[in-house]
């Protein structure tokens, strides 16, 4: 990293000529690392301009390799890396679920259609073309390579890889089916079956094709994972709700538990249950299971018991649970070694503005180790299957996003953590296209809100801003809301671009704040759960409010010439500031925004009726723009992909009909067949060529 900084120096007149957003969105975009069960080897994900495809290192050269051979900028994404038990193969999923109608993605608008099908490379070190095995999604191979269990229609199929017949049928069943976790032995597959109002986990006997219900309830169960010798299973119960909690804050619930379970009888007893208060409602981490079985017969899991996400551990026979990372932080991504004794995870202890690596014991008999420091951010933490190094991903505030990998000291070693300084696993990670040196360094900053709160925000100053300068300034609302930007490029592939247009934003003589309203993560459960959120009254507008008074009462800011940008809840935030506050706002990039939180709500839950509860309902739309729409006067960009599965393409489409009638100046950015997340790399290109360009054009320089 301090070698990619040494290159930062340009004078500040050639920085402003050589950004573009062609050079921003330059830069590949790793993600998905998955490391093999045995061998060493880690392969991941790289979207290099809308090209993705698979690489792999293994020791002991740790050479990069790319796997694939995708060549197009077509949509089709790749996922679900499941490693063959012995490292020698590799399923993969390419393309995207469908849509409510059947549709899978297709962005690219290929006459010929998509798919979402799992494909196998049988051996990583032989080369050679992927085998498609059909379409499907979540592929889970059989503890003895014999074959690959994977979801189809709602039914799991198996695929006999020793056979190569087609693929049949193994469970027909219920509700919507998901979480194939295989017993270590083979002889059985658990797996969790939605049934709307409550959820049961189910074993497979494989061998007698019988399905056993693992002590079912009116609750909600998830998360099953095997012990190591496979005579027990662990979940998560939830107890049942008819409540609606979507977009609404939840700061405490009927607790919930973890059980342990017989999968032979089905059987089951809970070891362990949250307190009443603050964290008896679930929020978990990221990981590939909420529960993770470790050695000395321990389970590790996440709980805000402090308010705070942390992760404890209790015994898996029951009993108190052990807090392993003590303190005010969040604790985000996290993976489990392979011997089951040491937790990876990154968090923002320390530097809340940022995400660092650490690992700590699973019996927290000694506390978290740090594995990073400074001014980087770092995430995903995977740990090889021999222990021989941690391979991540890391950014900075001028760098993007990159693979790195740290090789460890052998175990029982003296000496530091970490065993030496991580390394980038490719020769040129940052691509010379790419305007590192141009860009600016971000700061953090407090913003008080209308209602008085302090609100965390990130600055952008331009390069080159002399005394008693005033610029246009725009301010900038991430979506989710469960989310929180970085002092930093961000670790998921559409903040990441968003930072760029930030960072471009202020090369081109913006002054640019990045708002971390309430609602969003990072900052603690009662941050995070803010009262009156979302569809239950807005608070986050205040925080609207107060970053365009914050950014009005700069003497380096024009007042008149004040915008804001975000997409989807960003987007919302942004109608809502310009319907309610366009004396303050002066114009906005509205992109796939929620405009009525009863038509968003009921994307996410179809069963929604707003006649159940009419105060509710009223409240609701009350929260919305579409309520506000007769103060709206700024002109405004929309932005909106037409097979968006997140925020329906009608809420833009009412929006538009709206400010029509009241006369508004509305542009429009349409792409045909493109979802929330924009897979062409071409139309991210657009997008935020179109949001600079109109908010240069309507703000000016």
């Given at each position: 990293m301090l070698a990619l900084l040494g290159l930062l120096a340009l004078p500040a007149a050639a920085q402003q000529a050589s950004v573009t957003i062609e050079g921003l969105m330059s830069a590949p975009f790793p993600e998905q690392l998955t490391a093999a069960p045995v061998g060493g080897a880690v392969a991941w994900v790289r979207n290099d301009e809308g090209v993705r495809n698979i690489w792999m290192v293994a020791p002991p050269s740790w050479e990069a390799v790319r796997l694939t051979a995708y060549?197009?900028?077509?949509?089709?994404?790749?996922?679900?890396?499941?490693?063959?038990?012995?490292?020698?193969?590799?399923?993969?999923?390419?393309?995207?679920?469908?849509n409510r109608q059947g549709e899978h993605p297709n962005p690219a608008s290929d006459p010929a259609g998509a798919e979402q099908a799992i494909w196998y490379l049988p051996s990583i070190q032989g080369g050679g073309e992927p085998q498609h095995i059909g379409s499907g999604s979540s592929p889970s191979f059989r503890p003895d390579g014999s074959g690959i269990a994977f979801l189809r229609g709602g039914v799991v199929w198996f695929h006999d890889l020793t056979s190569g017949?087609?693929?049949?049928?193994?469970?027909?069943?219920?509700?919507?089916?998901?979480?194939?976790?295989?017993?270590?032995?083979?002889?059985?597959?658990?797996?969790?079956?939605?049934?709307?109002?409550?959820?049961?986990?189910?074993?497979?006997?494989?061998?007698?094709?019988?399905?056993?219900?693992?002590?079912?309830?009116?609750?909600?169960?998830?998360?099953?994972?095997?012990?190591?010798?496979?005579?027990?299973?662990?979940?998560?119960?939830?107890?049942?709700?008819?409540?609606?909690?979507?977009?609404?804050?939840?700061?405490?619930?009927?607790p919930w538990s973890i059980r342990v379970a017989d999968p032979g009888t089905g059987e089951a007893r809970e070891i362990w249950r949250g307190h009443e208060g603050v964290g008896s409602a679930f929020w978990g981490m990221s990981a590939e299971n909420q529960l993770l079985w470790g050695g000395d017969d321990r389970i590790v899991f996440p709980w805000e018991r402090t308010g705070?996400?942390?992760?404890?551990?209790?015994?898996?026979?029951?009993?108190?649970?052990?807090l392993l990372t003590p303190g005010a932080f969040e604790v985000e991504q996290v993976t489990l070694d392979p011997e089951g004794r040491t937790v990876y995870f990154n968090s923002n202890q320390d530097d809340i503005d940022r995400r660092h690596l650490w690992r700590v014991s699973v019996d927290g008999s000694s506390p978290p180790q740090p594995i990073t420091r400074g001014s980087g951010v770092e995430w995903a933490p995977t740990p090889t299957s021999g222990g021989e190094a941690l391979v991540f991903l890391?950014?900075?505030?001028?760098?993007?996003?990159?693979?790195?990998?740290?090789?460890?000291p052998p175990e029982g070693a003296v000496g530091p953590v970490d065993g030496g300084a991580p390394r980038s696993l490719l020769p040129d990670p940052v691509p010379s296209?790419?305007?590192?040196?141009?860009?600016?360094?971000?700061?953090?900053?407090?913003v008080s809100a209308?209602?008085?709160?302090?609100?965390?925000?990130?600055?952008?100053?331009?390069?080159?801003?002399?005394?008693?300068?005033?610029?246009?300034?725009?301010?900038?609302?991430?979506?989710?809301?469960?989310?929180?930007?970085?002092?930093?490029?961000?670790?998921?592939?559409?903040?990441?671009?968003?930072?760029?247009?930030?960072?471009?934003?202020?090369?081109?003589?913006?002054?640019?704040?990045?708002?971390?309203?309430?609602?969003?993560?990072?900052?603690?459960?009662?941050?995070?759960?803010?009262?009156?959120?979302?569809?239950?009254?807005?608070?986050?507008?205040?925080?609207?409010?107060?970053?365009?008074?914050?950014?009005?009462?700069?003497?380096?800011?024009?007042?008149?010439?004040?915008g804001l940008w975000g997409g989807s809840y960003g987007g919302y935030l942004t109608a809502m500031g310009l319907a309610s506050a366009s004396d303050l706002y002066a114009a906005g990039v509205d992109v796939h925004g929620v405009h009525d939180w009863n038509v968003g709500i009921q994307t996410f839950r179809p069963d929604y009726n707003p006649l159940e509860d009419p105060e509710a309902t009223r409240v609701a739309f009350e929260a919305s723009p579409m309520s506000r729409l007769d103060g709206w006067r700024s002109p405004v960009l929309v932005i909106h992909g037409d097979d968006d599965r997140n925020v329906r393409f009608v809420e833009t489409v009412d929006l538009v009909e709206e400010l029509r009638?009241?006369?508004?100046?509305?542009?429009?950015?349409?792409?045909?067949?493109?979802?929330?997340?924009?897979?062409?790399?071409?139309?991210?290109?657009?997008?935020?060529?179109a949001t600079a360009e109109f908010l240069v054009r309507r703000l000016g320089r």
């Open positions: 060549e197009a900028d077509d949509g089709q994404e790749l996922g679900s890396l499941a490693w063959a038990p012995d490292g020698s193969g590799l399923a993969f999923v390419r393309g995207g679920s469908p017949s087609e693929a049949e049928a193994l469970i027909r069943a219920r509700g919507g089916v998901g979480s194939l976790r295989w017993s270590p032995d083979g002889s059985r597959l658990a797996f969790v079956s939605n049934r709307g109002t409550h959820a049961f986990v189910g074993v497979l006997d494989v061998a007698s094709r019988r399905i056993r219900w693992v002590d079912p309830s009116v609750d909600r169960d998830s998360n099953p994972v095997w012990s190591p010798d496979g005579d027990r299973l662990a979940f998560i119960r939830t107890p049942a709700s008819s409540e609606s909690r979507l977009f609404r804050p939840v700061r405490e619930a009927e705070w996400l942390l992760l404890y551990s209790v015994p898996a026979s029951g009993g108190s649970a052990t890391r950014a900075a505030g001028r760098i993007p996003a990159h693979e790195a990998i740290l090789e460890l296209s790419f305007p590192s040196a141009a860009l600016v360094e971000p700061e953090a900053v407090m209308s209602d008085g709160m302090e609100v965390p925000a990130q600055l952008f100053l331009p390069p080159g801003l002399a005394p008693g300068e005033r610029r246009p300034a725009v301010a900038f609302f991430h979506g989710g809301s469960r989310r929180q930007m970085l002092l930093g490029f961000h670790y998921m592939s559409y903040y990441h671009n968003t930072y760029a247009l930030n960072q471009y934003l202020a090369t081109q003589g913006f002054v640019v704040l990045s708002v971390n309203f309430r609602s969003g993560t990072g900052y603690g459960m009662e941050f995070r759960e803010a009262l009156g959120y979302g569809a239950t009254g807005a608070s986050e507008f205040h925080d609207v409010m107060g970053a365009g008074l914050y950014l009005r009462s700069r003497s380096d800011v024009d007042p008149e010439r004040i009638k009241r006369d508004v100046e509305v542009e429009q950015l349409v792409l045909p067949d493109e979802v929330h997340g924009f897979l062409l790399h071409e139309n991210w290109l657009a997008v935020l060529g």
